[in-house]
């Protein structure tokens, strides 16, 4: 089991985050996040627990404590592969690149499988422009709303919000008018994976891309995965200089 501790100071070495963690828990293992620009820490951990361990009760001990004078932040986050975090953090500060990189442009109709709070959909919107569309689509209807409300801030009209079902694989848009598809840190939660890849096929134009960044499930296997469907071909691999984590941006072409 892991957990996120996020609100380190810059000093903290690895030897204090086990030792504070220690008494409450059975640590095996502690990774710092770093900044994959510049290699510096970013203020957070991963730390693998005992699966003996009652993570809820661990959380509770730890929320609201100080480490060294700063407040630390705690969550239980999902099993992660080597390099993932890093990733993730990466792509949510460099969205204007990671959309260029795929082959976002003015005009587009763009779908965002997943979208969260935005971070993908604002910069998206902002790119294709008035002539063009973005589709935000998730389960929580209180991410959508936050959408919506930095959309308005922003004078952006193009940007339209649907709640999903996570049941139904289908993604309810007319057939074939989608240039740009993101799953971004979603398809391992999607029980229907072969629904839901014919319903992103059914809606995309010929030629379009489906990009996917595969968290908690890695490269290799997405590709597997993928190539399994034969409905989309892949087309290359987006990540930074030197990255060697387990997963990247993969970018697929519909046939």
């Known amino acids: 089991m892991q957990l996120y501790v996020g609100g380190l100071s810059e000093n903290i070495k690895e030897i204090d985050l086990k030792e504070f963690l220690s008494p409450k828990c059975q640590v095996q293992s502690i990774t710092f996040l770093k900044d994959l620009d510049s290699g510096k820490p970013k203020g957070s951990a991963l730390v693998e627990i005992s699966k003996e361990d009652n993570i809820e009760n661990i959380i509770r001990q730890i929320t609201g404590s100080t480490l060294k004078g700063a407040k630390i932040i705690v969550r239980r986050t999902p099993d992660t592969l080597p390099g993932e975090m890093d990733f993730r953090e990466w792509l949510s500060a460099h969205p204007i690149n990671v959309l260029t990189m795929i082959g976002v442009k003015e005009g587009q109709t763009l779908l ?3 979208c969260g709070p935005g971070i993908f959909a604002i910069p998206a919107g902002r790119i294709v422009g008035k002539n063009g569309a973005v589709y935000a689509l998730d389960v929580r209807s ?3 709303e ?3 409300e930095k959309a308005a801030s922003e004078g952006l009209t193009n ?3 649907m709640v999903i079902d996570a049941s139904k694989p289908d993604v309810g848009l007319q057939d074939k008018i989608v240039d740009i598809i993101l799953v971004y840190d979603v398809m ?3 029980v229907d994976r ?3 890849i014919r319903g992103l096929y059914r809606v995309a134009k010929p030629g ?3 990009s996917i960044f595969p968290m908690h499930m890695g490269t290799e296997k997405m590709l597997e995965i993928m190539k399994g469907y034969d409905l989309f071909r892949f087309r290359d691999r987006c990540s930074p200089p030197g990255y060697k984590g387990a997963s990247e941006i993969l ?3 519909r046939s």
């Open 112 to 114: 965002d499988y997943g």
């Open 142 to 144: 209180r991410m959508l």
């Open 146 to 148: 936050h959408i919506q």
């Open 159 to 161: 940007i339209i919000t």
């Open 188 to 190: 391992h939660e999607v």
């Open 194 to 196: 072969i629904g839901l």
């Open 208 to 210: 379009s891309i489906l």
């Open 251 to 253: 970018n697929f072409e």
